[in-house]
C-alpha cells in the first residue's frame, strides 16, 4: 500500500480520538519516533502528554527502548553502569516504512529501528485499532506489534536496570505519558504506585482529570511474558510495559519478539468491580 498523504486520525463514531503522528520534526537526541497525540475520551478529554518540560523524549503513546544493542531509542540521556545519566550520541530513531493498511478505525504498518548510522536493528510490524465495547463512555485502543532482527544480526533489548541502575527502573517498550496531573493507579490486588511498579498483574487502571475537571480511566492489559508494569505518578505519570525490567530480552538473529496490549479509555472514574466486567483481553483484527 502506498503512502498516504492524509493525516492519521483514528476514529470511534465519527469523532478523532487519536492523531497519529508520524514523523516529528524534533530534536534528534529525543530519538525521533512515529506516536499516538493527542489520545482524547470519547467526550474529548486529552489523556496524553507530549515533549514535556521534564522529559523532553516522551513522546505521547509509542514503543521505545533505551538499549538496543548499544542504540538509544527512547532518548534523553543513557543509563551508563557506574557513571549513571550520561548524554552519548547513541540515538537513533524508528521511522515508518510502508502501509498495510489505512482505515478510519485503524491501520498497519511497517517501520524501521534504526542506529546513529541508519542502519536497521529492528523491522518492526505495527498494528492499531479502535472500537467500542458497549461500555458506556468507553472504547477500547489495541496496539500489536512484532520487532524481527536482521537475519545476520542478535539484537539485546535492554533498560536502565540492565545497566546497573537500581529502583525498579527497567523502562523501555510500549509506553504512555500520560496528561499533566497527579492520577490514581491499582490493579486487582494492589494500590498506589510504590506497590504497583514492578507488579506482573494482569491488568493495571489509572484514574486522573483533565486540565477543565473532567474525570476520566485507562486500564492497561497485555503483559507479555517476563513484562512488569513500570508506572510513575509522583514525578510523572506513565505507564509502561516494560520488556526488560529485570533482564535483558535477547531477539536472536532472525528471531521476532511480539505483543499486543489493550487500553480502555473511558470517561468518568472506573472501579476496580467495574474493571473486573469490561472486556480486557486483546483482540484480533
Given at each position: 500500500?502506498?503512502?498516504?498523504?492524509?493525516?492519521?486520525?483514528?476514529?470511534?463514531?465519527?469523532?478523532?480520538?487519536?492523531?497519529?503522528?508520524?514523523?516529528?520534526?524534533?530534536?534528534?537526541?529525543?530519538?525521533?519516533?512515529?506516536?499516538?497525540?493527542?489520545?482524547?475520551?470519547?467526550?474529548?478529554?486529552?489523556?496524553?502528554?507530549?515533549?514535556?518540560?521534564?522529559?523532553?523524549?516522551?513522546?505521547?503513546?509509542?514503543?521505545?527502548?533505551?538499549?538496543?544493542?548499544?542504540?538509544?531509542?527512547?532518548?534523553?540521556?543513557?543509563?551508563?553502569?557506574?557513571?549513571?545519566?550520561?548524554?552519548?550520541?547513541?540515538?537513533?530513531?524508528?521511522?515508518?516504512?510502508?502501509?498495510?493498511?489505512?482505515?478510519?478505525?485503524?491501520?498497519?504498518?511497517?517501520?524501521?529501528?534504526?542506529?546513529?548510522?541508519?542502519?536497521?536493528?529492528?523491522?518492526?510490524?505495527?498494528?492499531?485499532?479502535?472500537?467500542?465495547?458497549?461500555?458506556?463512555?468507553?472504547?477500547?485502543?489495541?496496539?500489536?506489534y512484532t520487532l524481527t532482527a536482521p537475519a545476520g544480526r542478535d539484537i539485546s533489548l535492554g533498560s536502565p536496570a540492565t545497566n546497573g541502575r537500581p529502583g525498579g527502573?527497567?523502562?523501555?517498550?510500549?509506553?504512555?505519558?500520560?496528561?499533566?496531573?497527579?492520577?490514581?493507579?491499582?490493579?486487582?490486588?494492589?494500590?498506589?504506585?510504590?506497590?504497583?511498579?514492578?507488579?506482573?498483574?494482569?491488568?493495571?487502571?489509572?484514574?486522573?482529570?483533565?486540565?477543565?475537571?473532567?474525570?476520566?480511566?485507562?486500564?492497561?492489559?497485555?503483559?507479555?511474558?517476563g513484562d512488569h508494569w513500570f508506572v510513575r505518578t509522583g514525578i510523572y505519570p506513565g505507564v509502561c510495559v516494560a520488556l526488560a525490567f529485570e533482564s535483558t530480552l535477547p531477539v536472536p538473529a532472525g528471531g521476532a519478539v511480539s505483543r499486543h496490549h489493550r487500553i480502555l479509555v473511558a470517561d468518568g472514574t472506573l472501579?476496580?468491580?467495574?474493571?473486573?466486567?469490561?472486556?480486557?483481553?486483546?483482540?484480533?483484527?
Amino acid at each position: 500500500m502506498t503512502d498516504h498523504p492524509d493525516p492519521v486520525r483514528l476514529q470511534v463514531r465519527g469523532s478523532t480520538v487519536a492523531d497519529y503522528v508520524l514523523a516529528p520534526d524534533i530534536d534528534p537526541r529525543w530519538s525521533p519516533r512515529p506516536h499516538l497525540h493527542p489520545v482524547r475520551t470519547l467526550a474529548g478529554v486529552p489523556v496524553t502528554d507530549t515533549l514535556p518540560e521534564d522529559h523532553r523524549w516522551h513522546l505521547g503513546v509509542s514503543v521505545a527502548m533505551q538499549d538496543v544493542s548499544g542504540t538509544n531509542l527512547w532518548g534523553g540521556r543513557t543509563y551508563v553502569r557506574d557513571a549513571g545519566y550520561t548524554w552519548l550520541d547513541d540515538h537513533g530513531r524508528i521511522v515508518h516504512d510502508t502501509w498495510h493498511e489505512r482505515r478510519p478505525d485503524g491501520f498497519a504498518q511497517r517501520l524501521r529501528w534504526l542506529d546513529p548510522a541508519g542502519d536497521t536493528l529492528l523491522v518492526e510490524e505495527r498494528t492499531v485499532a479502535v472500537s467500542e465495547i458497549g461500555h458506556a463512555g468507553t472504547y477500547a485502543l489495541d496496539i500489536a506489534y512484532t520487532l524481527t532482527a536482521p537475519a545476520g544480526r542478535d539484537i539485546s533489548l535492554g533498560s536502565p536496570a540492565t545497566n546497573g541502575r537500581p529502583g525498579g527502573a527497567g523502562y523501555g517498550g510500549f509506553f504512555w505519558r500520560i496528561a499533566p496531573g497527579t492520577p490514581q493507579t491499582f490493579t486487582a490486588g494492589a494500590d498506589g504506585e510504590e506497590t504497583v511498579n514492578g507488579s506482573t498483574e494482569p491488568w493495571l487502571a489509572l484514574t486522573g482529570r483533565g486540565a477543565d475537571g473532567a474525570p476520566y480511566s485507562l486500564v492497561f492489559a497485555g503483559l507479555g511474558d517476563g513484562d512488569h508494569w513500570f508506572v510513575r505518578t509522583g514525578i510523572y505519570p506513565g505507564v509502561c510495559v516494560a520488556l526488560a525490567f529485570e533482564s535483558t530480552l535477547p531477539v536472536p538473529a532472525g528471531g521476532a519478539v511480539s505483543r499486543h496490549h489493550r487500553i480502555l479509555v473511558a470517561d468518568g472514574t472506573l472501579t476496580r468491580d467495574q474493571v473486573h466486567d469490561l472486556p480486557l483481553t486483546p483482540s484480533s483484527r
